[in-house]
T-cell receptor, first 115, second 115 residues
Framework: AQKITQTQPGMFVQEKEAVTLDCTYD???????LFWYKQPSSGEMIFLIY??????QNATEGRYSLNFQKARKSANLVISASQLGDSAMYFC????????????FGTGTKLQVIP | DTAVSQTPKYLVTQMGNDKSIKCEQN?????MYWYKQDSKKFLKIMFS???????INETVPNRFSPKSPDKAHLNLHINSLELGDSAVYFC??????????????FGPGTRLTVT
């Protein structure tokens, strides 16, 4: 069965430092997509970055990069130069096909940026 | 110019009542979703519609009935509300299916409290 695991319930990072949020996944489907979302305390869900299972290069979006290691089935999110506004819950998610789009979310990591 | 909108934002009601949450997207996406986020922030997909057709129906009590009058709308009706239904319900939309699907855009959420 498809599954997303985020083993870090909470993390702290100093402002301006880089931080890595872990995500591992499990699927037997060769075709899948991996996503990261941010949920600030205000509650909205914000898309950050996407990696397709066939993409050769790691995805990057501004200060966000996805460290995709297919053999290890990991898709860690790296945030560089952390800012106070990065304090939020971060969710890793996977979409997989079989003809339809199913999506599974991890349990989330609460990141707190310390000034 | 809101992309995905939900109404109401807050809903407080008594056990046994029937209520509806409405969702509309103006992104031209062909797939829409309902998620439930519980008090521990766990996000679980409930339903997914593609071009008004139900494609995912997770193990959700049949008191929950989605309705998609057109591609841009996906409403959620809940009968005989129970205390355990208290949660935040998110509507989302995306373009495409399976691994080729784009990221999901989320609505602001509806916080349902059943007393």
């Amino acid at each position: 069965a498809q599954k997303i695991t985020q083993t870090q319930p909470g993390m702290f990072v100093q402002e301006k430092e880089a931080v890595t949020l872990d995500c591992t996944y499990d699927t037997s489907d060769p075709s899948y997509g991996l996503f990261w979302y941010k949920q600030p305390s205000s509650g909205e869900m914000i898309f950050l970055i996407y990696q397709g299972s066939y993409d050769q290069q790691n995805a990057t979006e501004g200060r966000y990069s996805l460290n995709f290691q297919k053999a290890r089935k990991s898709a860690n999110l790296v945030i560089s130069a952390s800012q106070l506004g990065d304090s939020a819950m971060y969710f890793c998610a996977m979409s997989y096909s079989g003809g339809y789009q199913k999506v599974t979310f991890g349990t989330g990591t609460k990141l707190q940026v310390i000034p | 110019d809101t992309a995905v909108s939900q109404t109401p934002k807050y809903l407080v009601t008594q056990m046994g009542n029937d209520k509806s949450i409405k969702c509309e997207q103006n992104l031209g996406h062909d797939t829409m979703y309902w998620y439930k986020q519980d008090s521990k922030k766990f996000l679980k997909i409930m339903f997914s519609y593609n071009n008004k057709e139900l494609i995912i129906n997770e193990t959700v009590p049949n008191r929950f009935s989605p309705k998609s009058p057109d591609k841009a709308h996906l409403n959620l009706h809940i009968n005989s509300l129970e205390l355990g239904d208290s949660a935040v319900y998110f509507c989302a939309s995306s373009q495409g299916l399976g691994q080729q699907a784009s990221e999901q855009y989320f609505g602001p959420g509806t916080r349902l409290t059943v007393t």
